[in-house]
């Protein structure tokens, strides 16, 4: 089972990327899915997660009205959409799998993880 991110790069403030997280090995029609991110000297936080229809989702404070994410389990891919960046949002992204299928917003309920796209994003 492999989750993989892509999509990071270096961008300037206010700019956008879009994050993708393709899965192989398994299907997570049924798992909810997230975003966190780490900066450098900081610890994992969530950014956003979505339950396993897609039809809610939660977005961390920080990210509110920036920050998307959607998923299409027919491709079996999670995205995030990202505008108006800000240096702050420097950080490497990790895509995961929830073990169950609603909403989830602790690293503890998830499974499965991806290696991670840096994000940078320049003032």
């Known amino acids: 089972v492999q989750l993989q991110a892509s999509g990071g790069g270096l961008v300037q403030a206010g700019g956008s990327l879009r994050l993708s997280c393709a899965a192989s090995?398994?299907?997570?029609?049924?798992?909810?899915m997230g975003w966190f991110r780490q900066a450098p000297g900081k610890e994992r936080e969530f950014v956003a997660t979505?339950?396993?229809?897609?039809?809610?989702?939660n977005h961390a404070d920080s990210v509110k009205g920036r920050f998307t994410i959607s998923r299409d389990n027919a491709k079996n891919t999670l995205y995030l959409q990202m505008h108006s960046l800000k240096p702050e949002d420097t950080a490497v992204y990790y895509c995961a799998a929830a073990r169950g299928a609603s909403l989830a917003t602790t690293a503890r309920e998830y499974t499965y993880w991806g290696q991670g796209t840096l994000v940078t994003v320049s003032s």
């Open positions: 979505i339950n396993w229809r897609g039809g809610n989702t």
């Open positions: 090995g398994r299907t997570f029609w049924n798992n909810a």
